[in-house]
């Protein structure tokens, strides 16, 4: 199992951004996928996840601005943000069966929401 997260970097407030997680040694869309974030000094937090039924979920900060998403064809995890806020500054990564005994999770990529 392995998971390549890509796609961040330094945005302005108000701004978007699409992290990928292309996904390798599994077919994505037969699991559970996450983002979990870890901003500095804190905690790590739940996202998102899409399930195996292509429903999805979020934590109530980034409903109706962040969107879970994949592509079947590339096995490749999606989180498209928009309107981001500073608050939104942490490290993103993505998760195989997110709080499960086999999750999975990338080396995670920087966003940084600054102006």
């Known amino acids: 199992v392995q998971l390549v997260e890509s796609g961040g970097g330094l945005v302005r407030p108000g701004g978007s951004l699409r992290l990928s997680c292309a996904a390798s040694?599994?077919?994505?869309?037969?699991?559970?996928m996450s983002w979990v974030r870890q901003a500095p000094g804190k905690g790590l937090e739940w996202v998102s996840t899409i399930n195996s039924n292509t429903e999805t979920y979020y934590v109530d900060s980034v409903k109706g601005r962040f969107s879970i998403f994949r592509d079947t064809a590339e096995n490749t995890l999606y989180l498209q943000m928009s309107s981001l806020k500073p608050g939104d500054t942490a490290v993103y990564y993505c998760?195989?069966?997110?709080?499960?005994?086999?999750?999975?999770r990338g080396q995670g990529t920087q966003v940084t929401v600054s102006s």
């Open positions: 998760e195989k069966e997110f709080g499960t005994m086999n999750s999975h």
């Open positions: 040694g599994f077919t994505l869309k037969n699991y559970a």
